[in-house]
């Protein structure tokens, strides 16, 4: 049997999506935002100072996208994964106002009218609603694109109000008297809107900013609602959002990772000499505040950035500064989590992070980074790492400092590291690198496609020369979720979803295959489990039998043949699980909270090792099993 041992949450950070600049408790103008965490809270900045001026938890929400008030300063926040609203009235405390849609789990933005009426976009039916500030009622006005799972931002103008969709770009108004709606044609030079996203949407002073990209630069469009016309092109904007119209007529955007000020009516960009550095420079809010300060006279631009700094700018003096605000570090959720040597490694869930966790003690060094799906100690000591977006593979050489440029630099002429190796997004599509396995002194990589794809990759890197070999869809239409290896040949765990999991399937069920490394050669691919969509993780047991799990079942393949042995169903539901295994057994994740143990002989029947919710699975050596629930990792001590 095993000891359960608590070791903490060895991720924390600041975490800031939803925001927006408005009157805060004093009255004053403050910098409205939503932290990242369970819960996530909802917070009031004092721009002035960076300090706190409210910090309220919003039960049940991980986070939010959406953020907004109402001309009486009423505070809105629309959330995820609970598809919930939430109310602060000036003076008061959060209201839980309920899911507005039953069937939408996410709401993605959020805007106001003149009127205090709240509209929110949502997912995963791409809905738009309008709730009654006054009355509570909510107003569902359906599906606006057919095909489009989400509305991923949104804005309102003078009765109507502007949409962008995902996965494809398109643009939408909707009358919100009639429920009418008219798409907007596409920008001149965008073609064809498939596999492009509308990431951000403003309505300021009679034109729709709408920004055809990602999380990075990108064409932010400007829309003229009076003549129906595109009338510019702004290059390498940033997003998230761009600032209200000023007293001049003009507005702030962050471009070409600068603080820059736009006139609409002469199309003119000006550099405000307030620059940004690393692979995130999205602004979550932003609008203007008057500070009080000698070097910010009169009215300022604030805003605050993803990792919870500040940025201000004073058009009169010129002054501008970068600082961290007081918004406290909340718990990440562990995404992967893997065993070394003498250490464990966990990777975060969206707001990302890397720690290294001493087993004994639970103490952990943690470094700011992408949000981390798989993670390897290598036999060359390195961490090696698969990061999302963009299918990333990293190299940590733990006997240097880290410091990442994208992320968390070190002091000045620091190396980078961890090192990137590859970028599956621009040549092979892809967007998670899900799976890590060793063969060889090289690094197997299995991949999850982006945006609206199907099909994955299978990617063997080699340390020695830098070069990889790429191979997508060794199974056709179909993902790499897990990966092990063994004498030259790499093993796979395959599922049949696409990147966002809204494109029909092709196929019918999640494969095993296993790929001649030296050869490039697929020597046999098996469906395991008739009708299971995922085959999530794979290992080598100490019969050795390739083991894998599909759900709510384990199995057992012949190595050489792809024949399955046994096959044993233990659990209720089609949760992804986890396999590891030690020299004296194979231990499977069931159902995100049984652990089972499958032990050498002749019955090999599994036994229940373990009750704990869960979420990953993992191995130390012989001696230990890892758990993660949420944002707390668990040591499992196995006795003998």
Same mark, same amino acid.
């Given at each position: 049997?095993?000891?359960?041992?608590?070791?903490?949450?060895?991720?924390?950070?600041?975490?800031?999506?939803?925001? !927006?600049?408005?009157?805060?408790?004093?009255?004053? /103008?403050?910098? #409205?935002?939503?932290?990242?965490?369970?819960?996530?809270?909802?917070?009031?900045?004092?721009?002035? @100072?960076?300090?706190?001026?409210?910090?309220a938890?919003?039960?049940?929400?991980?986070?939010?996208?959406?953020?907004?008030?109402?001309?009486?300063?009423?505070i809105?926040?629309?959330?995820?994964?609970?598809?919930?609203?939430?109310?602060?009235?000036?003076?008061?405390?959060v209201?839980?106002?309920?899911?507005?849609i039953?069937?939408?789990?996410?709401? #993605?933005?959020?805007?106001?009218?003149?009127?205090?009426?709240?509209?929110?976009?949502?997912f995963?039916?791409?809905?738009?609603?309008?709730?009654?500030?006054?009355?509570?009622?909510?107003r569902?006005?359906?599906?606006?694109?057919?095909?489009?799972?989400?509305?991923?931002?949104?804005?309102?103008?003078?009765?109507?109000?502007? /949409?962008?969709?995902?996965?494809?770009?398109?643009?939408? &108004?909707?009358d919100?008297?009639?429920g009418?709606?008219?798409?907007?044609?596409?920008p001149?030079?965008?073609?064809?809107?498939?596999?492009k996203?509308?990431?951000?949407?403003?309505?300021r002073g009679g034109?729709?900013?709408?920004r055809?990209?990602t999380?990075?630069? =990108?064409?932010?469009? +400007?829309?003229?609602?009076?003549?129906?016309?595109w009338?510019?092109?702004?290059?390498?904007?940033?997003?998230?959002?761009?600032?209200?119209?000023g007293?001049?007529?003009?507005?702030?955007?962050?471009?070409?990772?600068?603080?820059?000020?736009?006139?609409?009516?002469?199309?003119?960009?000006?550099g405000?000499?307030? !620059?940004?550095?690393?692979?995130?420079?999205?602004?979550?809010?932003i609008?203007?505040?008057?500070?009080?300060?000698?070097?910010?006279?009169? /009215?300022?631009?604030?805003?605050?950035?993803w990792?919870?700094?500040?940025?201000?700018?004073n058009?009169?003096?010129?002054?501008s500064?970068?600082?961290?605000?007081?918004?406290?570090? &909340?718990?990440?959720?562990?995404?992967s989590?893997?065993g070394?040597?003498?250490?464990?490694?966990?990777?975060g869930?969206?707001?990302g992070?890397?720690?290294?966790?001493?087993?004994?003690?639970?103490?952990?060094?943690?470094?700011?980074?992408?949000q +981390?799906?798989?993670?390897?100690?290598?036999?060359?000591?390195?961490?090696?790492?698969?990061?999302?977006? &963009?299918?990333?593979?990293?190299?940590y050489?733990?006997?240097?400092?880290?410091?990442?440029p994208e992320?968390?630099?070190?002091?000045?002429? @620091?190396?980078?590291n961890?090192?990137?190796?590859?970028?599956?997004?621009?040549?092979l599509?892809?967007?998670?690198?899900?799976?890590?396995?060793?063969?060889?002194?090289?690094?197997?990589v299995?991949?999850?496609?982006?945006?609206?794809?199907?099909?994955g990759?299978?990617?063997?890197?080699d340390?020695?020369?830098?070069t990889?070999?790429?191979?997508?869809?060794?199974?056709?239409?179909?993902?790499?979720?897990?990966?092990?290896?063994?004498?030259?040949?790499?093993?796979?765990?395959?599922?049949?979803?696409?990147?966002?999991?809204?494109?029909?399937?092709?196929?019918?069920a999640?494969?095993?295959?296993?790929w001649?490394?030296?050869?490039s050669?697929?020597?046999?691919?098996?469906?395991?489990?008739?009708?299971?969509? @995922?085959?999530?993780?794979?290992?080598?047991?100490?019969?050795?039998?390739?083991?894998g799990?599909?759900?709510?079942?384990?199995?057992?393949v012949?190595?050489?043949?792809?024949? +399955?042995?046994?096959?044993?169903?233990?659990?209720?539901?089609?949760?992804?699980?986890?396999?590891?295994a030690? /020299?004296?057994?194979v231990?499977v994740?069931?159902?995100?909270?049984?652990?089972?143990?499958?032990?050498?002989?002749?019955?090999? !029947?599994?036994?229940?090792?373990?009750?704990?919710?869960?979420?990953r699975? =993992?191995?130390?050596?012989?001696?230990?099993?890892?758990?993660?629930?949420?944002?707390?990792?668990?040591?499992?001590?196995?006795?003998?």
């Amino acid at each position: 049997m095993g000891t359960l041992v608590s070791l903490g949450t060895p991720l924390s950070d600041v975490l800031l999506i939803g925001g !927006t600049v408005a009157p805060g408790p004093n009255g004053r /103008t403050a910098i #409205w935002n939503v932290s990242t965490g369970s819960p996530a809270y909802l917070n009031a900045i004092d721009p002035a @100072t960076g300090a706190s001026l409210l910090s309220a938890a919003l039960p049940g929400a991980d986070g939010s996208y959406a953020v907004g008030a109402t001309p009486d300063g009423t505070i809105y926040a629309g959330t995820y994964n609970n598809g919930h609203l939430y109310r602060l009235r000036p003076g008061g405390t959060v209201e839980d106002l309920g899911r507005p849609i039953a069937s939408e789990t996410f709401i #993605w933005r959020i805007t106001t009218d003149d009127q205090g009426n709240v509209y929110g976009g949502t997912f995963p039916n791409g809905k738009v609603f309008r709730y009654d500030d006054k009355t509570g009622a909510v107003r569902d006005y359906g599906t606006v694109k057919p095909g489009q799972t989400y509305v991923k931002s949104i804005d309102y103008a003078d009765g109507k109000i502007y /949409t962008g969709s995902l996965p494809d770009a398109h643009i939408m &108004e909707l009358d919100v008297d009639s429920g009418a709606i008219t798409e907007l044609p596409s920008p001149p030079g965008l073609g064809d809107p498939a596999d492009k996203v509308v990431y951000d949407l403003n309505a300021r002073g009679g034109r729709v900013y709408a920004r055809i990209s990602t999380a990075f630069p =990108g064409p932010l469009y +400007v829309w003229d609602i009076a003549s129906r016309t595109w009338v510019d092109e702004i290059p390498n904007a940033h997003g998230l959002d761009i600032s209200p119209i000023g007293a001049d007529g003009s507005l702030y955007l962050i471009q070409n990772s600068e603080l820059t000020k736009y006139d609409p009516a002469t199309k003119t960009l000006t550099g405000t000499g307030l !620059t940004f550095t690393g692979r995130i420079q999205n602004a979550r809010s932003i609008g203007y505040a008057d500070l009080g300060l000698p070097d910010y006279p009169g /009215t300022s631009v604030v805003g605050t950035l993803w990792r919870g700094e500040e940025f201000r700018y004073n058009p009169q003096t010129g002054k501008s500064e970068i600082f961290q605000t007081q918004v406290r570090r &909340e718990p990440i959720e562990i995404l992967s989590v893997a065993g070394g040597k003498d250490k464990i490694y966990a990777g975060g869930f969206l707001n990302g992070g890397v720690s290294v966790v001493d087993p004994s003690t639970g103490a952990a060094t943690f470094n700011r980074f992408s949000q +981390v799906e798989a993670l390897m100690e290598g036999s060359d000591g390195k961490l090696w790492i698969g990061a999302y977006p &963009e299918a990333r593979l990293y190299a940590y050489d733990q006997t240097q400092p880290w410091s990442s440029p994208e992320y968390s630099p070190g002091p000045p002429g @620091t190396s980078d590291n961890p090192t990137q190796l590859l970028n599956l997004k621009p040549d092979l599509l892809q967007t998670r690198a899900r799976a890590l396995a060793e063969v060889n002194g090289k690094i197997a990589v299995g991949t999850v496609p982006d945006g609206d794809r199907l099909g994955g990759a299978l990617v063997i890197y080699d340390p020695n020369t830098n070069t990889a070999q790429k191979y997508r869809n060794v199974v056709q239409d179909e993902c790499v979720f897990g990966l092990t290896a063994r004498q030259g040949i790499v093993y796979g765990g395959t599922s049949i979803v696409g990147g966002l999991s809204t494109t029909p399937p092709t196929r019918h069920a999640g494969t095993v295959f296993a790929w001649d490394v030296a050869k490039s050669k697929k020597l046999w691919e098996t469906v395991p489990v008739p009708g299971a969509v @995922t085959v999530s993780s794979v290992t080598f047991g100490p019969d050795g039998l390739l083991w894998g799990v599909a759900g709510k079942t384990v199995f057992a393949v012949d190595p050489h043949s792809g024949k +399955v042995l046994k096959s044993f169903v233990l659990g209720t539901t089609n949760s992804s699980g986890d396999i590891v295994a030690t /020299t004296d057994a194979v231990y499977v994740s069931i159902d995100l909270n049984k652990i089972y143990r499958i032990a050498p002989g002749k019955k090999q !029947t599994p036994t229940l090792f373990l009750e704990h919710a869960h979420r990953r699975l =993992g191995v130390r050596g012989d001696d230990q099993l890892l758990l993660t629930n949420g944002s707390e990792l668990f040591r499992v001590d196995i006795s003998r």
